[in-house]
T-cell receptor, first 116, second 110 residues
Framework: GAVVSQHPSWVICKSGTSVKIECRSL??????MFWYRQFPKQSLMLMAT?????????EQGVEKDKFLINHASLTLSTLTVTSAHPEDSSFYIC????????????FGSGTQLSVL | RKEVEQDPGPFNVPEGATVAFNCTYS??????FFWYRQDCRKEPKLLMS???SGNEDGRFTAQLNRASQYISLLIRDSKLSDSATYLC???????????FGTGTRLKVLA
């Protein structure tokens, strides 16, 4: 089956620093990638949708200048949390879709971000 | 009102029990539905798709009621390994966005 690799698995950083999370589709070309955030005991909340070669579409309430998404190739999307603060501590998960006519999504293994 | 709602639980059931979860959604134009399971701090894993005619996969049965806008998941003969959070997913028509429910925690007790 299709594999999506996400790293790092976890990261601890100081408040004010920026953190980059990578999401790669290993054996297929991902036309669309989605980024989710999950706080403890809550569900996955869609942050943004990124299509290769175009600007990401952010969900309401998600700051685009804080969460920078780059989808420069069909196999790589990155999420950068800029000037991270403790309230940004969360579990971030990417997912990717290959065939544009197929709904199935493939998920990365997630990144646990802890901001001190 | 949230787009997709579930009872957060937890549902604590003994091994061998049958347990059912419901999920309601607000967008009547939703086109696709899924059940996922998620273990703590792991990515969600697809359990099964949900069809209007109902579908079964081993001990798991999923149903969709479009008129009432809810989907259900039935787990028979619960195993300890079924302990997880079960997330329903709704895909609005015309998009490929997965809208996750709040999740229902299940604990199967020995």
């Amino acid at each position: 089956g299709a594999v999506v690799s996400q790293h790092p698995s976890w990261v601890i950083c100081k408040s004010g620093t920026s953190v980059k999370i990578e999401c790669r589709s290993l054996d297929f070309q991902a036309t669309t990638m989605f980024w989710y955030r999950q706080f403890p005991k809550q569900s996955l909340m869609l942050m943004a949708t990124s299509n290769e070669g175009s600007k990401a579409t952010y969900e309401q309430g998600v700051e685009k200048d804080k969460f920078l998404i780059n989808h420069a190739s069909l196999t790589l999307s990155t999420l950068t949390v800029t000037s991270a603060h403790p309230e940004d501590s969360s579990f971030y998960i990417c997912s990717a879709r290959g065939d544009p006519n197929v709904e199935k999504l493939f998920f990365g293994s997630g990144t646990q971000l802890s901001v001190l | 009102r949230k787009e997709v709602e579930q009872d957060p639980g937890p549902f604590n059931v003994p091994e061998g029990a049958t347990v059912a979860f419901n999920c309601t959604y607000s967008n009547s134009a939703s086109q696709s539905f899924f059940w996922y399971r998620q273990d703590c701090r792991k990515e969600p894993k697809l359990l099964m798709s949900v069809y209007s005619s109902g579908n079964e996969d081993g001990r798991f049965t999923a149903q969709l009621n479009r008129a009432s806008q809810y989907i259900s998941l039935l787990i028979r003969d619960s195993k300890l390994s079924d302990s997880a959070t079960y997330l329903c997913v709704v895909v609005p028509k015309g998009t490929y966005k997965y809208i996750f429910g709040t999740g229902t925690r299940l604990k199967v007790l020995a």
